[in-house]
């Protein structure tokens, strides 16, 4: 059974960096295309990034485009989410997801992770 487990949240001020961590098992990591969505108070669950199985692929959502950068390593069934210039806005609970097709903006969840608590400061 596929389990995904993130790690990295905290609370940070405006400008801080943070990097996310999604420690995969359970799956052959390498053939899920992976990524990140976030849920913020009374809002609806938004795609932030996705990467494709083999790393050649990556997009990111509008509001974080070029602050925030998506990468795994296969041999450790791991990805990562780097994120800098942080915003309050930013402020969410972030779940790791794995996609058995890769897409531009993830479709098809096959896995969720339980989540992980950012909230950044003004």
């Known amino acids: 059974q596929a389990h995904l487990e993130e790690s990295g949240g905290g609370l940070v001020q405006a400008g801080d960096s943070l990097t996310l961590s999604c420690a995969a098992s359970?799956?052959?990591?390498?053939?899920?295309?992976m990524g990140w969505f976030r849920q913020a108070p009374g809002k609806e669950r938004e795609f932030v990034a996705t990467?494709?199985?083999?790393?050649?692929?990556?997009n990111y959502a509008d509001s974080v485009k070029g602050r925030f950068t998506v990468s795994r390593e296969n041999a450790k069934n791991t990805l990562w989410l780097q994120m800098n210039s942080l915003k309050p806005e930013d402020t969410a609970t972030y779940y790791c997801a794995a996609a058995d097709q890769w897409a531009d903006v993830m479709t098809d969840i096959a896995a969720w992770g339980q989540g992980t608590q950012v909230t950044v400061s003004s």
């Open positions: 359970g799956l052959y990591f390498g053939g899920y295309a």
């Open positions: 990467i494709s199985q083999s790393s050649y692929f990556t």
